[in-house]
C-alpha cells in the first residue's frame, strides 16, 4: 500500500464544529426528552399531558432513535466506514427493533384479551 495514498482517497473524518453541532443537537433531543416526561408526569402535568400519555413511549423510542443514530454514525465513525462494516452492525439493530415491535404488538394483544376476557 502506498505511504503516500492522497487526501481523496482516505476517510474524511467530519470537523470539530461537527462534532460540536451534533453535541448540542444531543443535548436538546435529551432536553426534549426531560421535558416530555415532565410534561406528561411532572408535578405540574395538565390535561395536555394527560392527553398525551398514550404517545409517551413511542415519542421517547423516537426522541432516542435519533440520538442514537447520531452517535453510531459520528462518534462510532459509522458514516467513514465501509457499507459491509455498518451492515453488520445495522442488520442486528435492525433484527432487535422488529423483534421489540412485536413483542410490544404481542404483549398489548395480550393485554386487550385479558381485559375482555
Do not use: C, N, W
Amino acid at each position: 500500500m502506498d505511504a503516500h495514498a492522497s487526501p481523496a482517497s482516505e476517510h474524511s473524518h467530519p470537523s470539530v464544529g461537527v462534532y460540536i453541532r451534533i453535541g448540542l443537537v444531543l443535548f436538546v433531543l435529551t432536553a426534549l426528552e426531560v421535558g416530555l416526561y415532565e410534561f406528561t408526569y411532572g408535578h405540574h402535568a395538565g390535561p395536555a399531558g394527560h392527553a398525551i400519555e398514550p404517545f409517551f413511549v413511542p415519542l421517547l423510542l423516537l426522541l432516542s432513535a435519533a440520538k442514537f443514530a447520531l452517535v453510531a454514525m459520528f462518534y462510532m465513525h459509522l458514516k467513514q466506514d465501509e457499507r459491509v462494516l455498518s451492515g453488520v452492525f445495522i442488520f442486528p439493530l435492525i433484527i432487535a427493533t422488529v423483534l421489540i415491535f412485536g413483542l410490544i404488538a404481542l404483549e398489548a394483544y395480550h393485554f386487550a384479551f385479558a381485559r375482555s376476557g
